[in-house]
């Protein structure tokens, strides 16, 4: 039984609700009770307390969308002429990298290392969206011991594809289904699953119809790419002669468990689609614009009603960051600086929290009694007044990684006064380093 306590809360509940000189008790890895210090302290005199000093605390962040194996890729040359289209990013960095991943240790060591830096920003969850057609079998298994081993929660997944022939589709159908079931089987509290769908452009209409029948079967939704670049696009009209969301609904692949990543080339027809079947889009903005593939229709999404969330795309692992660039891009794309704010604010704060929500038995990212206590303590002291109404817009202007103190996730620090609790993190970094070094060669 912990307290954290002599802390500024922001709860991010229904109401706003930020609580002065606040105090939060956690039993196990849940969040209790929420009072005054002095309540709390009164009421659990036995519980270990942690004086946070005017700390502000805030729910942990949320990244709707990752790719944890994108790793290597920092800093890495590619041979040959630069891509110049989406497409050939695809083939000439990402499947290229993909399938020379072949060993545990690379997978491993890819995951760890944005796991480390995503708690130093903050991020306490992560849904990722996983390939390495070099080594295929059990390889969600490897990406679940780095989440725990790091202490981060995850909900994993294989984006099944087609782009390496008809053995590799199968092996990764194959992993889907059996790390739903054995996540089903042997429940632990940090790991969820879903099931992986690379994109419309590499799956045919044979492997979308097994996947569809397998994912009903499970009784899960998908996490898909959608339309991020206009190949997907057009190589969907070539094949069917529908936009890819017309295609893929074909299939029975939006539900309200499905998350689809980007929706950047979507028209009105396709937003209605998503909004029918409930349907959750994961907005990536800094992706988007480094492929500069386009900017996805916010505005019109979220008048239709579609559920959007934030994620990163492995193109960093810090929310905040992907927070802030969120938060300016539909300014410049609409050219009306009213527009981002509200809807960004429900992306990090609301949508990302109830996407979670369908993958785990408490709520996550609000802190309420019977949440999650994934936590974040901040040390930033507000220059201007803090309410229950700027937060968000503290966020965005004043707080930067470095206010990052302490991150509790499933009721344990695993940062703890900027240090980590369980792991040595120059150490693992350096290991990372000599991998990926080999790992170049391969490329
Ligand atoms: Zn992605």
Not at 267 to 279: F, H, Q, V
């Amino acid at each position: 039984m912990k307290i954290l306590g002599n802390s500024e809360i922001i709860t991010l509940n229904d109401r706003k609700e930020f609580i002065h000189d606040g105090a939060i008790l956690i039993e196990g890895n849940k969040i209790t009770d929420i009072g005054s210090t002095d309540t709390l302290r009164i009421k659990y005199p036995h519980a270990e307390y942690f004086n946070l000093h005017h700390k502000i605390v805030v729910p942990g962040f949320l990244n709707a969308h990752m790719h944890l194996y994108s790793t290597f890729a920092r800093g890495m040359t590619l041979k040959g002429v630069p891509p110049a289209k989406f497409k050939e990013i695809l083939e000439k960095l990402w499947w290229k990298l993909d399938k020379n991943l072949t060993t545990e240790e690379e997978i491993y060591y890819s995951a760890v290392v944005p796991l480390i830096e995503g708690i130093k920003s903050g991020t306490t969850g992560i849904i990722d969206h996983h390939a390495s057609f070099g080594l295929v079998p059990g390889s969600l298994d490897i990406l679940e011991k780095a989440a725990i081993d790091i202490g981060v929660r995850s909900v994993l997944c294989y984006e099944v594809s087609d782009r390496w022939g008809k053995d590799l589709s199968k092996q990764s159908i194959n992993e889907n289904s059996r790390f739903i079931e054995k996540t089903r089987k042997n429940k632990n509290s940090l790991t969820g699953s879903t099931f992986g769908l690379h994109a419309s452009l590499t799956l045919s209409n044979e492997t979308l119809e097994e996947c569809s029948s397998e994912a009903k079967r499970l009784g899960v939704g998908f996490h898909v790419h959608v339309a991020e670049g206009i190949e997907d696009v057009e190589n969907s009209l070539k094949k069917s002669k529908k936009r890819v969301v017309d295609r893929l609904n074909n299939f029975g692949i939006f539900s309200n468990k499905t998350l689809a990543i980007h929706c950047v080339h979507i028209n009105k027809d396709e937003i209605d689609i998503l909004a029918e079947t409930k349907a959750m889009v994961v907005h990536n903005p800094e992706s988007n614009m480094n492929n500069a593939v386009g900017v996805a229709p916010l505005l019109e999404m979220n008048d239709a009603g579609v559920l959007i969330g934030l994620g990163t795309d492995g193109y960093t692992p810090s929310m905040l960051e992907s927070a802030k660039v969120a938060y300016i891009l539909p300014k410049l794309n609409y050219g009306d600086p009213r527009i981002g704010n509200e809807i960004v604010e429900n992306m990090l704060f609301k949508n990302n929290g109830i996407f979670f929500g369908k993958f785990f038995d408490n709520p996550l990212g609000i802190i309420k009694k019977g949440a999650f206590a994934d936590i974040v303590m901040l040390d930033y002291y507000p220059p201007t007044p803090l309410n229950e109404n700027n937060f968000f817009y503290h966020l965005i202007f004043g707080i930067r990684e470095s206010a990052i103190d302490s991150v509790m996730i499933n009721g344990e620090f695993v940062l703890l006064n900027k240090k980590f609790t369980k792991i040595d993190e120059e150490e693992i970094n350096y290991k990372a380093s000599k991998i990926a070094g080999k790992f170049w060669e391969k490329i």
